[in-house]
């Protein structure tokens, strides 16, 4: 059920290859052999072809990748948090929610250094009533004390945007 982007075998960084197509795992058949199906089109002028790399952030050999939610996570754009989707769409390409922080600073698991990824929302603006100011700066520090420690832990901190980014590549 893991889900790769395929890139051309000639490149060699990562951050600068352009995604061809994407395949999902359907089968294991051995050690080091897996049967997959094209879950998005390569164009016709890049098709797959043998010798091309395949690559996923969210699988590790031998080990399910764990990542942690911080605060509200809005990626519809509506104002309200889309923690719940964001969720669904990292169990579908292959990795879990180890992790979970609210914007309140409630924990759900606990942060250490077997997660890859912390992901964190955007930080609200400081402004508004006096109540909403005071809510918001505290929220604030609380994902600044998140990002502090999970600096600390050796996590790698993504923002939404780039999460998003990845997962439009394999959807």
Same mark, same amino acid.
């Given at each position: 059920?893991?889900?790769? !982007? *395929? ?11 352009? @995604? ?9 058949? !051995? ?9 998005? /089109?390569?164009?016709?002028? %890049? #098709? ?7 690559? $996923? ?6 080990? *399910?990748?764990?990542? +942690? ?9 509506? %104002?309200?948090?889309? %923690? ?7 169990? =579908? =390409?292959? =990795? ?6 609210? $914007?309140? !600073? ?5 942060l250490d250094p077997s997660?890859?990824?912390? @992901? ?10 006096? *109540?909403?100011?005071? /809510? %918001?700066?505290? *929220?604030?520090?609380?994902?600044? $004390? ?12 993504? #923002?939404?945007?780039?999460?998003? +980014? ?6």
């Amino acid at each position: 059920g893991v889900t790769f !982007g *395929v890139i051309d075998g000639d490149e060699t960084r990562l951050q600068d290859a352009d @995604v061809k197509a994407s395949i999902q795992v359907t089968q294991l058949q !051995g050690p080091h052999v897996a049967e997959a199906r094209v879950v998005a /089109r390569p164009g016709i002028r %890049n #098709p797959i072809i043998p010798g091309d790399k395949i690559f $996923s952030p969210f699988w590790a050999p031998g080990r *399910v990748v764990k990542i +942690a939610l911080a605060g509200d996570i809005d990626i519809d754009g509506d %104002n309200r948090p889309d %923690n719940e989707a964001i969720k669904g769409q990292i169990r =579908a =390409a292959g =990795a879990i929610v180890a992790a979970e922080i609210a $914007s309140s !600073g409630a924990i759900t698991g606990k942060l250490d250094p077997s997660i890859r990824f912390l @992901v964190v929302g955007e930080d609200p603006e400081i402004e508004g009533d006096d *109540v909403d100011a005071e /809510r %918001n700066a505290q *929220v604030v520090q609380t994902m600044g $004390s998140v990002r502090a420690r999970a600096g600390e832990l050796g996590l790698t901190i993504i #923002p939404i945007w780039k999460l998003q +980014a990845y997962l439009k590549t394999i959807d």
